[in-house]
């Protein structure tokens, strides 16, 4: 009977720790997609905002350009 106790033990001992391994696989799976989107949504605020900057820089080229440009012809 004691060794029939420390089979099935054993048994759940394994199926633990198998069931842990399952459970920090699928946490470490989690941060990677929440991880993957962070870095999805920074990379578009970067390309926004360099489009914003972009824009903005072409506004003070062609103002300059009206202001000065029957001055100086760069």
């Not at 759940?12 to 941060?31: K, M, P």
């Not at 870095?39 to 080229?61: C, F």
Request: hydrophobic content about 45%; glycine content about 10%; aromatic content about 8%.
């Amino acid at each position: 009977m004691g060794s029939n106790c420390m089979k099935v033990g054993r048994r759940l001992w394994r199926s633990r720790r198998g069931v842990q391994l399952i459970e920090e696989a699928l946490l470490i799976s989690v941060a990677l997609v929440a991880l993957s989107l962070l870095v999805g949504g920074i990379e578009s605020i970067l390309k926004q905002s360099s489009a914003y900057t972009s824009n903005v820089w072409n506004s003070i080229t062609n103002s300059l350009n009206g202001i000065f440009g029957t001055l100086f012809h760069w």
